[in-house]
Antibody, heavy 118, light 110 residues
């Protein structure tokens, strides 16, 4: 059973860069699509980006100018960087595995709350 | 504003059948399969239905999904207290080349 775990700072200052890592255990990252998804307080889920283990990437156009994702197959983990953050980026951030690359996220991390505040 | 449209809430008494709708467009539900997730506060979302009507191993057959045109629905039959949660639909969007979600439906067991 694959398990995902997000890690990173829970508090980021406005205009700085939010950095998160998702560690994948119990299975290889060298397959499937891997995504970042967030949920602002009181709101619904928003897809941020996906990365395929080979390096193929796609970003949500609404965030594309500020987002970078990468994968490290040697460490079985993938990462998210979101720059120039504002209070609107405060959210629970999830990493997830997309089994067939069709939005069928069959494994999720527990989520990590990132608050943007000075 | 979510790309897929869901009612914000639904409710029923134990044993009843509850249905949640999800409306999209030709670039997502109309041309791609629909997935449903159950989300309990403070926990990771759980895949409930994939490919319109397929249940992952371990998901009770009380949960069923269907799709017609640009709309989909999730039905919960024999509603139980543990079904009280938020439910989200999702589908791949060809224009976005990524998944889109509904705004979520909070199911309350009365």
């Amino acid at each position: 059973q694959v398990q995902l775990q997000e890690s990173g700072p829970g508090l980021v200052k406005p205009s700085e860069t939010l950095s998160l890592t998702c560690n994948v255990s119990g299975g290889s990252i060298s397959s499937y699509y891997w995504s970042w998804i967030r949920q602002p307080p009181g709101k619904g889920l928003e897809w941020i980006a996906y990365i395929y283990y080979s390096g193929r990437i796609n970003y949500n156009p609404s965030l594309k100018s500020r987002v970078t994702v990468s994968v490290d197959t040697s460490k079985n983990q993938f990462s998210l960087k979101l720059n120039s953050v504002t209070a609107a980026d405060t959210a629970v951030y999830y990493c997830a595995r997309d089994h067939y690359g069709e939005g069928d996220f069959d494994s999720w991390g527990q989520g990590t709350l990132v608050t943007v505040s000075s | 504003q979510s790309v897929l449209t869901q009612p914000p809430s639904a409710s029923g008494t134990p044993g009843q059948r509850v249905t949640i709708s999800c409306s999209g467009s030709s670039s997502n539900i109309g041309s791609e399969t629909v997935n449903w997730f159950q989300h309990l506060p403070g926990t990771a979302p759980k895949l409930l239905i994939y490919s319109n009507n397929q249940r992952p191993s371990g998901v009770p057959d009380r949960f069923s999904g269907s799709k017609s045109g640009t709309s989909a629905s999730l039905a919960i039959s024999g509603l139980q207290s543990e079904d009280e949660a938020d439910y989200y639909c999702a589908a791949w969007d060809d224009s976005l080349n990524g998944p889109v979600f509904g705004g979520g439906t909070k199911v309350t067991v009365l």
